[in-house]
């Protein structure tokens, strides 16, 4: 179980065009990554909805193929 | 996520002021995302309840649901959802999560 560090990206370009994306694989080993998602998507939202669109972006691999990902949010 | 699996999520939440749904116990914490959340709590010395997942894998897959958050740790204070592990440290790093501590009226160090 694991997930590479472009597709990531492209799930959550594909759900916020807009954004500029910035991924780390924090180990190395494909399953400890964190992003840093700049959004204009994001203005006037909770921390927790800008998340959520996040999490969301990725449908469900979250917590199943990809173990760990921290993640910051940044309103444009 | 079954009602009785619902009922006993709602009930930790309601009992508690203070609810953190981890890997593992404050003292064994299992994950590193979870030992944070726990480790930010001690030291601002708020008494919490935790509650590990591990233990019953219907309440690990049941809060995911419960909450609409698809990973653990979640931290609850007074039945409000505050958020994961990435979402209180930045609240810790800012001051804000003392805030809410303080307008909730749960008691911590200031």
């Known amino acids: 179980m694991a997930m590479d560090l472009k597709e990531i990206e492209k799930f959550i370009k594909e759900a916020m065009p807009d954004a500029s ?35 969301n972006s990725l449908k469900g691999r979250m917590g199943n193929e990809l173990h760990a990902l921290a993640i910051k949010t940044k309103e444009q | 996520m ?12 309601d009992t508690n002021d203070v609810c953190l749904f981890m890997k ?11 030992m944070a959340v726990s480790n930010m709590l001690k030291i601002l010395e708020v008494n919490f309840k935790s509650v590990n ?6 309440i690990r897959e049941g809060i995911k649901i419960f909450s609409d958050w698809p990973t653990i740790p979640q931290l609850y204070v007074k039945k409000e959802f505050v958020g994961g592990c990435d979402i209180v440290k930045e609240m810790y790093e800012s001051g804000e999560l003392k805030k809410v501590f303080s307008d909730k009226g749960i008691n911590f160090k200031k």
């Open chain 1, 21 to 55: 994306i910035e991924i780390q694989d924090l180990a190395g080993d494909g399953n400890h990554y964190s992003a840093t998602v700049t959004s204009s998507q994001f203005a006037g939202k909770s921390k927790i909805e800008q998340h959520k669109m996040v999490y």
């Open chain 2, 24 to 34: 593992g116990t404050p003292d064994a914490p299992q994950c590193g995302f979870s």
């Open chain 2, 2 to 13: 079954d009602d009785k699996t619902k009922n006993i999520i709602q009930n930790h939440i």
């Open chain 2, 53 to 58: 997942v591990l233990e019953d894998q219907s």
